[in-house]
T-cell receptor, first 116, second 114 residues
Framework: DTAVSQTPKYLVTQMGNDKSIKCEQNLGHDTMYWYKQDSKKFLKIMFS???????INETVPNRFSPKSPDKAHLNLHINSLELGDSAVYFCASSQKGLAGGGETQYFGPGTRLLVL | AQTVTQSQPEMSVQEAETVTLSCTYD???????LFWYKQPPSRQMILVIRQEAYKQQNATENRFSVNFQKAAKSFSLKISDSQLGDAAMYFCAYRSGIGNQFYFGTGTSLTVIP
């Protein structure tokens, strides 16, 4: 069973469009994250939610809006896509306080976004 | 904010040899966690090894081991008997013992030479 899943895996779209990336985890974790990995492979955190509540909101354009309908899901909606948004977006989850590795962050497979 | 530094953007190793990837971090906390993640060309982020700061013993996972020097704030990864499948980008990561945020280094690209 996939622990952290993302859809779609690939997303090619035109500049100016609005798109969403979905993330689901079946690990029972309380905390979920979105990261952006650019062409230089630098991994930058964008958002973090804990029990559906936003706890980390890094300097990200407000065109990016995360939504967490429940603690197992954290979706990322992007408005008015720009060329610079092209990157790989990773979802991840972790569980604070869980013994035996619970502090570990588990990643989804990534969504490769290409804006034309 | 905590920072994680990987000073080696690229490393190479001969197959079956040993290689060490370096990582240093900056923190004022005493309780935290450290990780090494591997990212092969498939882009999947795979956990390699983790270390709790309160444990003095260095973590080991098969051919992978760490040299954790808490006072020096150093957390290097040693890969023994390197295999072609070890070729990947390796990221060092720090997690606070009280917060939810992870901090990642800029990565080290490892090439394994047959």
């Amino acid at each position: 069973d996939t622990a952290v899943s993302q859809t779609p895996k690939y997303l090619v779209t035109q500049m100016g469009n609005d798109k969403s990336i979905k993330c689901e985890q079946n690990l029972g974790h309380d905390t979920m994250y979105w990261y952006k990995q650019d062409s230089k492979k630098f991994l930058k955190i964008m958002f973090s939610y804990n029990n559906k509540e936003l706890i980390i909101n890094e300097t990200v354009p407000n065109r990016f809006s995360p939504k967490s309908p429940d603690k197992a899901h954290l979706n990322l909606h992007i408005n008015s896509l720009e060329l610079g948004d092209s990157a790989v977006y990773f979802c991840a989850s972790s569980q604070k306080g869980l013994a035996g590795g619970g502090e570990t962050q588990y990643f989804g497979p990534g969504t490769r976004l290409l804006v034309l | 904010a905590q920072t994680v530094t990987q000073s080696q953007p690229e490393m190479s190793v001969q197959e079956a040899e040993t290689v060490t990837l370096s990582c240093t971090y900056d923190t004022s906390e005493s309780d935290y966690y450290l990780f090494w993640y591997k990212q092969p060309p498939s882009r999947q982020m795979i956990l390699v090894i983790r270390q709790e700061a309160y444990k003095q013993q260095n973590a080991t996972e098969n051919r992978f081991s760490v040299n954790f020097q808490k006072a020096a704030k150093s957390f290097s990864l040693k890969i023994s008997d390197s295999q072609l499948g070890d070729a990947a980008m390796y990221f060092c990561a720090y997690r606070s013992g009280i917060g939810n945020q992870f901090y990642f280094g800029t990565g080290t690209s490892l090439t394994v030479i047959p």
